[in-house]
């Protein structure tokens, strides 16, 4: 059987990368060795574990090198590239980084999931719309689109997140700083000042679990 392994992480999907963090947070604290590794090569080859054990030596050798040399670091992506769109599965998804522009729905939801990094997809489905449609969850199941996400490149899905993020925790930095040397500040707009503090530390935290983007996206915001 010939095994099909990535060379990078932008050819690990989102899917499989969940994956590997919920094996990897099991296997916290606990001696670790080749047993994860098989493990680890099972989830990102899309088999079962039994598949790698019968490999001959030679085989998981050259599997073993090869994963070496990017599995154990973070994923990274170019924080100076913008993405406006993606194409995933011959289908085309607009970014919808303008939240001005959003509905009280869709606003709601990403606020629902902006710090629970397991809803990835769900987030990203808040930001994706599919070409041919302009509103959130209107004309299609946004849940349908998080589930076609799945296969989304893991650094593809946190360049969307990144820039989006970036952008958002911008723009409430900007009114929270005009709101903070206000003058006469009522109750109300202090509340606003400290809830928006707290939403960009949410977004913030829900960065795949990478130091380097979180300590970049704060430095940033």
Known sequence: MKIEMPRGWEQVSIKKYQKLQKLLQAQEGQNTGLDVLV??????????????????VKDWTRLEQGLGSWVNQEPRFDTKYSIKK????????????????????????????????????????????PKGYDKYNTGYDAL????????????????????????????????????????GKTKEETKLIQKMGREMKQAISTMCGCQWYQQYLTQQS
């Open 39 to 56: 493990q680890v090569a099972a989830v990102l080859a899309g088999v079962e574990e039994d598949v790698i054990n019968q490999l001959d």
């Open 86 to 129: 993606i194409i995933l599965n011959d289908k085309t998804y607009l970014v919808q980084d303008d939240v001005e522009k959003w509905s009280t729905a869709q606003y709601i939801d990403f606020q629902q999931m902006v710090s629970k990094p397991e809803l990835l997809t769900n987030l990203l489905a808040c930001i994706l719309i």
């Open 144 to 183: 349908e689109v998080a589930k076609e996400l799945e296969d989304l490149s893991i650094t593809v899905a946190m360049s969307v997140q990144f820039f989006f993020l970036k952008r958002w925790a911008s723009s409430m930095k900007a009114t929270a700083t005009c709101l903070a040397h206000r003058r």
